[in-house]
């Protein structure tokens, strides 16, 4: 059998399959069955600043005159966010006695402020690395690309200030420089990356004139952004793993993502699709797909396809342009 093994942040995986933050992976029972399925590593669900500030305002709106008082919006304030946190520490107490595998906590932080404290909690009940998940969209026309950049890197050295657990940063792909920013992201202490991110996105409804939301899950053909910058920013940008996310549906994704580079595959949407049953399909082909090639380790294979091993690295940067426009097919 191929050792499947590897190291993702320092931690040792079995195998480089990690289910992403999702609702896959809030309660204790779904993790143990995660594990039971053979996956390498779980991300938790993420801490969601920006929920707790709303819930924060809906109760206190909806607070009754008559029940006010001076100190009640600091008192239901600090009751939630504190609920919101100990419910979250208690998750992670829970898996760290119940299951092996490494448990990966996660933030979504809007700001970096009061950050620091829940990143260094989540340390203290005994998360083995965290990942945080920014997410902002810039909307105001007066920040520069540097401001943007400056607010991700502003985070993540916030929160390494206080936790000693690896941390990763996981990020969209609308960055001018890419392969620029992951540099900085590991020059500011981020021991992974995971590109990437896959944002509620809008719609319109042409039957009611209003917005809507699109799919939330991801399709096979997602792959192909995280598959491009997988392999150039894993030629490009060294001491930094990559968890590649977004698209991996099944174990050619997986491999396809190895080869160009990634550290591991996260998942997601191919199991709220396709249901766990689908860890066996994507572990197996794994391991046939090794023994096929007789590798032997993860690591003999890992990278062979990333920007820098190709002798035509432009393949990564304009291969639909030099398919389609060159003349040779059309
Ligand atoms: C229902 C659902 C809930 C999610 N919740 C989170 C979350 O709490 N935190 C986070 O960082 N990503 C969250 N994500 C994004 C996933 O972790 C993942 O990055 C994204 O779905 C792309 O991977 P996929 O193509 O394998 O689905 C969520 C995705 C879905 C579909």
Redesign the pocket.
Known sequence: MPDLSTTYMGLMLKNPLVV?????TNSIDKIIQLEEKGVGAI?L??L?EEQINNEVSFVIRNESRENSHPDAEEYISDYIRENNLQTYLDLIRMAKSAVKIPVIA?I?CVSGFEWMAFASNIEKAGADAL?I?AFMVPTDRKLSSADIEFKYLDILTEVRRVVKIPVAM?IGYNFTNLVGMVDKLQTNGAKAV?M???FYEPDIDLETLGMTTSS???SPA??RQSLRWTGIVSGKVRNIDIAA?????DGEALVKQLLAGATVG?????L?LNGFGQIDEILGYLGSFMKKWNFKQVSDFRGKLSYTKLPNPAMYERAQFMKYYSGQNN
Do not use: A, M, P
């Not at 992403?20 to 896959?24: A, F, N, Q, R």
């Not at 996310?245 to 549906?249: A, D, P, V």
């Not at 996260?266 to 191919?270: A, E, L, N, R």
């Open positions: 992403s933050s999702s609702g896959l991300v669900k993420s969601f996660s979504n990942e998940n996981k995971v990437f991110n896959r939330i899950y991801s997602d792959i996310s977004t698209g991996i549906h996260q998942i997601c949407s191919t709220y």
